[in-house]
């Protein structure tokens, strides 16, 4: 049986420019040519998680605009559950403009629109089964969807923002970037779930209270594009737990399906499908 995940999260339309080197600050850059993606971490751990075999359901809010249908394409072309994504007459969708390099290196500047106006009180009072947060919504909405979750809740501390406690607290699963390790400091091994940090390319480790679980590298492949590598890493992290698979086999499946998201462009069109991943992780 499949596992049944709710992912309350952003939904961004990503501009894509890809060039041979990335601008310093103040520096212009030519030559690049533009994609547009749908995107957003919400929206990426969404469709990751669907890839991956999951029931998945999307609570997100865009705006009353085009770019929304643009956005929200593929979740509705591949049967995420979007009846709890609501359109803010009053915002736009949110836009990523997202810089890429020849190595598959980028730099990111979100305008969230609707996003950053997703209060608390527009969340459902309950929310059953698995919970997958990210903080791309305001701190205090991803602090209320996770305390009204039953089940087995993971958040994704991206990017670094201050946090209510219980953000820490109730997490079963916390998945951070080295960056992103470093800004929580010492509070993130004080919280009692897993911790999982990512390194690139060097891999991740599986934590609780400071003490290393597990570890797990990624397969080599060529980098193309890293946008959406730690959002499936996210996704498919949880669903490998959910499933009941071993810490490590865990972390090597969530390595293996954030190394395949890397080496095709694009945040959404590179998220991997579960034959894949189960192909390359073996
Ligand atoms: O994690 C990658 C995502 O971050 C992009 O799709 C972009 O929308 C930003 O939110």
Redesign the pocket.
């Given at each position: 049986m499949s596992v049944r995940i709710t992912v309350a999260g952003?939904v961004?339309l990503?501009l894509v420019a890809t060039a041979e080197r990335l601008p310093s600050p103040g520096e212009t850059v030519t030559g690049a040519t533009l994609a547009r993606?749908p995107?957003?971490?919400g929206?990426?751990q969404a469709l990751a998680a669907r890839r991956l075999g999951a029931e998945v359901a999307l609570i997100a809010r865009v705006g009353a605009d085009a770019m929304a249908g643009e956005a929200l394409a593929l979740l509705r072309a591949e049967g995420v559950d979007l009846s709890a994504c609501v359109a803010d007459p009053d915002q736009p969708t949110?836009v990523?403009l997202?810089a890429v390099d020849a190595r598959g290196e980028n730099q990111?500047l979100?305008a969230p629109g609707a996003n950053a106006a997703f209060a608390p009180d527009h969340l459902p009072t309950a929310i059953d089964g698995a919970l997958i947060c990210q903080l791309?919504l305001p701190p205090e909405t991803v602090a209320r969807a996770m305390t009204a979750a039953s089940g087995f809740v993971c958040v994704n501390l991206?990017p670094a923002r201050e946090v209510p406690p219980e953000v820490l607290q109730r997490a079963d699963l916390i998945v951070v970037n080295e960056g992103e390790a470093a800004f929580y400091g010492a509070k993130l091994h004080a919280a009692p779930g897993l911790v999982a940090v990512t390194w690139g390319a060097k891999g991740a480790g599986l934590y609780r209270g400071g003490v290393l679980l597990a570890d797990a590298k990624p397969p080599k492949v060529d980098a193309v594009d890293t946008?959406?590598a730690?959002?499936t890493f996210v996704a498919a992290l949880v669903i490998a737990l959910l499933e009941g698979q071993s810490h490590a086999d865990a972390l090597a499946f969530a390595c293996a399906a954030g190394a395949l998201t890397a080496t095709r462009a694009g945040?959404?069109p590179s998220l991997p499908n579960r034959a894949e991943v189960d192909r390359i992780g073996r």
């Open positions: 952003s961004n990503d993606h995107g957003g971490k929206g990426n949110g990523a997202i990111i979100v791309e991206a946008t959406g730690g959002d945040a959404q």
